[in-house]
């Protein structure tokens, strides 16, 4: 990690939660309108990311380059897969305010407890203060007064379960990306983790049909999943993973839900309440905290 790089590192972690956060309306978009099963959405964005990675990433090289890190990366690309399709079971068995808020909070917490257990991060007033900000801050601008309604407790245990497998899942893959994204380069790893992915996703084939759309506006859409928000935001995670701090890139991409909010609020007419705006306030001042501490760190400070 170089001074010099830590700054375009945060950048490309902030894109890719803000394509992630465009894709969250595309999903939407399909599941409600179209009719298509997550499993289905997850299944054809991955294989559309991989064709595309694939043709620009595919030498006879790569294979021999990944020969060594396969147990790894299939380990990341199936924790890529499964930690979408957890998140997707527990909203639709309590609605999103809750998994998204455990989802996504979740992991900076254990990220940074394990960097810190192992020596790679002090914990210090100015590392909780800026986590402390960019998980208020991304509660605020999630949360939402309407909820699931009524649920039994198996079914509220069951949501929330699978809300903190999908914040293990992430977090896991955060912490992995980064070496193979080193070891690999961002190009070389992402698309060995999409292959990967897709691969996963499509064993939900033995339970759900996994068909291609006949209709051109969802097709659309899902070349757009792929392309973008796949392979490009992919890219862009990985390129910032090799660079930052665990605990910076997650936070980061904490960008993801601030981005579908003020995306709802252009596109759908959504008003934002101002505990929505104090906490997308927080979120950019903590994004901006870390990264500094990241390039302190980079140049040899404290």
Known sequence: M??????????????????????????????ARFGLSPENVSFWRFVVGAALLLAVFGR??????????LGLLAAAGAC????????????????????????LCLPPVLVTLLAVA?????L????????????????????????AGEVSTATLAAGVGFSVASALLYAGFTLVTGRLSTTLGPGQATTGLTVVAAAVMGLSALYTPLAWPNELPPEAWLL??????????LLCFNWGAQR?????????TLVEPLTAVLLAALLLGQDLSAAQWLGAGLMIASIGALGRRDARRAAGGA
């Open 2 to 31: 170089t001074t010099r790089g830590t700054a375009p590192a945060m950048a490309a972690a902030c894109g890719a939660g803000f394509l992630w956060g465009t894709g969250a309306l595309v999903v939407n978009l399909l599941i």
């Open 60 to 69: 006879p090289g790569l294979w021999r380059a990944m020969r060594p890190h």
């Open 80 to 103: 890529m897969a499964l930690y979408v399709s957890f998140w997707f079971l527990g909203i639709a068995r309590i609605g999103a305010a809750v998994p998204t808020l455990i989802a």
């Open 118 to 122: 192992r020596g790679r991060e002090r």
């Open 124 to 147: 210090d007033a100015p590392l909780v203060l800026a986590l402390a900000a960019a998980l208020g801050g991304t509660a605020m601008v999630v949360a939402r007064h309407e909820g």
């Open 224 to 233: 757009y999943l792929g392309l973008v928000t796949a392979a490009i935001a």
């Open 244 to 252: 930052l701090s665990p605990t910076a890139l997650t936070v980061a």
